[in-house]
Nanobody, 124 residues
Framework: VQLQASGGGLVQTGGSLRLSCAAS????????MAWFRQAPGKEREFVAA????????EYLDSVKGRFLISRDSAANTMYLQMSGLKPEDTAVYFC??????????????????WGQGTLVTVSS
């Protein structure tokens, strides 16, 4: 499985961006996909995740109400619509995929495949 993330960029505080993550290869066994982020000097953290079949989602508390994760199953693509962006959202955003059932969505150890990352910079 290969993951290609895109959509990052520079935006002002309060602005919006839409990230995309396209999966290719053995995509028939997608179970859960997620977004993580890593800010400079900090550890990688969970942002949001979605169960591929049910559409159930989980979010980091600090992004609830501002970010929306979704997927297009036919296109094997996951999205993260980010609005109300804040400087503390600045990070490299990574997408991840797990083929396993009932994984802990917020744990990075649950994911076998990772994209290359896309940089989001929010200016104050």
């Amino acid at each position: 499985v290969q993951l290609q993330a895109s959509g990052g960029g520079l935006v002002q505080t309060g602005g919006s961006l839409r990230l995309s993550c396209a999966a290719s290869g053995r995509t028939f066994n997608i179970n859960t996909m997620a977004w993580f982020r890593q800010a400079p000097g900090k550890e990688r953290e969970f942002v949001a995740a979605i169960r591929w079949t049910t559409g159930n989602t989980e979010y980091l508390d600090s992004v609830k109400g501002r970010f929306l994760i979704s997927r297009d199953s036919a296109a094997n693509t996951m999205y993260l619509q980010m609005s109300g962006l804040k400087p503390e959202d600045t990070a490299v955003y990574f997408c991840a995929l797990s083929p396993h059932f009932n994984v802990r969505m917020f744990s990075d150890t649950a994911y076998d495949y990772w994209g290359q990352g896309t940089l989001v910079t929010v200016s104050s």
